[in-house]
């Protein structure tokens, strides 16, 4: 699949496969009156319909249909306008909920979740299929008020939700989590294997933000808890949306300042420091597999490692 050069930013992690997009949100118009509606009837909309988290997949490239091929649907969401020199340039895209896959719309073993496909997704369709899941996840778990309890009513192009009772308005929520690579004197890197993952899978150590806490200190906090080590100088790197189900990912480096280590055992069921090559070495032979290519912990070990983990450690390290 040809590269595209349209991503929002370049972030020191390089790019994020869920972090592209090439389609303006056009966050503005979704006040307007009855902005879905002529939308539904002009020519050149396109539609992406989600059922479960599962949209149509052709070819690796997902399958936008028009109002017309959609017969019975859920809550409608304004995803935005395709910018210049994508396919489908300029036209609008609206998200339909659908209460199961439609086989008229595509085959059923063509409907695939995001994480399935996001690699061969270009950059239009990777950040359309992640604003699209995750507002639906939004939709599908946020059906009345938190204040009242009274079933909201969809306003706004799909981005409010509204209580009839008290007129509060709700807006999708992302939750922040923290994930992050940490180094000591030595030039290791810590790795973790979690309570639920398989024995041999490692990764960097993550954890979800609390209330009225910053990142930094979330970082710190996490480490501590999941570690039982002081980490300091916590510098972000980037960040990815990780819709499964309403996750931001913010990326982050650390020091570590002691590296005795001591797994939790409710999260972390082992910790492990490892040199490039020890790395290198256990990936090869199979003794211990890593976060994939989507996830920005892959991303994370990668700038550590200084390229990609498929080949033979380099002598400078870090890029
Ligand atoms: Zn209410």
Same mark, same amino acid.
């Given at each position: 699949m040809e590269e595209t050069l349209r991503t929002l930013a370049q972030p020191p992690?390089? %790019?994020l496969q869920l972090s592209r997009a090439d389609s303006d /949100?056009?966050? %503005?118009? /979704?006040?307007? #009156?009855q902005f879905l509606e002529t939308l539904w009837e002009t020519a050149g909309t396109k539609v992406l319909p989600i059922a479960h988290g599962k949209a149509p997949v052709t070819a690796g490239a997902l399958t936008l249909v028009t109002?017309? *091929?959609?017969?019975g649907h859920g809550i409608l969401v304004y995803l935005g306008r395709v910018n210049e020199?994508? &396919? *489908?340039?300029g036209n609008h895209v609206i998200l339909a909920m659908l209460e199961e896959a439609d086989p008229e719309l595509?085959?059923?073993?063509?409907?695939?979740g995001l994480r399935d496909i996001a690699t061969s997704l270009d950059a239009r369709d990777a950040g359309l299929f992640v604003e699209a899941a995750a507002v639906a996840n939004w939709h599908e778990t946020t059906t009345? $008020? !938190? /204040? $009242?309890g009274t079933p909201t009513v969809v306003r706004d192009a799909g981005w409010v939700r509204q209580c009839p009772n008290d007129g509060s308005q709700h807006y999708p929520r992302t939750d922040a989590a923290i994930i992050v690579s940490i180094v000591d004197d030595e030039d290791r890197l810590l790795l973790g294997s979690a &309570?639920?993952? !398989? #024995?041999n899978r490692y990764s960097t150590l993550a954890g979800f933000v609390e209330p009225g806490e910053s990142l930094e200190a979330a970082v710190i906090r996490e480490v501590g808890e999941e570690a039982g080590i002081a980490v300091d100088s916590p510098q972000y790197l980037g960040s990815q949306p990780w819709p499964f189900p309403a996750s931001l990912m913010l990326g982050f480096t650390a020091h570590a300042a002691t590296t005795d280590v001591r797994p939790?055992?409710? %999260?972390?069921r082992s910790l492990r420091w490892f040199t490039r090559a020890e790395l290198f070495a256990e990936l090869r032979e199979g003794s211990i597999a890593v976060a994939g290519g989507v996830s920005i912990a892959r991303a994370l070990i990668e700038r550590w490692y200084g390229g990609s983990l498929d080949e033979e450690p380099s002598r400078t390290g870090e890029r």
């Open positions: 992690l390089g %790019e /949100r056009n966050g %503005e118009s /979704r006040i307007t #009156e109002p017309s *091929d959609i017969g020199g994508a &396919v *489908d340039a595509a085959p059923l073993d063509q409907w695939l009345h $008020c !938190p /204040r $009242c &309570v639920a993952w !398989p #024995e939790d055992l409710s %999260e972390i």
